[in-house]
């Protein structure tokens, strides 16, 4: 058995270490954007940010063919596919991720994931 010494650094971007979002501040919302690239060898990329319970997120991607998983802080999924509007329920950390769709054809390369983070109405 390996010691926490030795335990392997968790990679940026996998369920159990996501990378955390930052949002720029706007009039009405905030927003952030991710660019990356799938592969073979990382067919997926977990996302996490902080919401406030009420609020909204938007989500736009243009890319390879994913499936896109939500998560909140319940530990609750919703997906592998979701609508473009998404209301958060409870205020905490939700993890947004993407995983190649191998079922499709087309399912690595670059995208861009732009998510808007929409106060309560």
Do not use: K
């Not at 990382?42 to 063919?65: C, E, I, T």
């Not at 998983?69 to 958060?88: H, K, R, S």
């Amino acid at each position: 058995m390996a010691s926490a010494s030795e335990a392997p650094a968790c990679r940026p971007g996998r369920p159990e270490c996501p990378i955390a979002v930052t949002f720029i501040e706007e009039t009405a919302a905030a927003t952030a954007v991710v660019e990356g690239s799938l592969s073979p060898a990382q067919n997926s990329v977990s996302l996490a940010f902080h919401a406030n319970a009420g609020a909204r997120l938007r989500w736009a991607l243009s890319g390879p063919a994913v499936h896109v998983v939500l998560t909140g802080p319940d530990g609750q999924a919703d997906g592998p596919g979701l609508p473009p509007e998404i209301a958060l329920p409870t205020a905490g950390r939700y993890i947004f991720s993407l995983s190649s769709n191998t079922m499709a054809e087309g399912i690595y390369g670059p995208f861009r994931l732009e998510l808007r983070l929409l106060p309560a109405r």
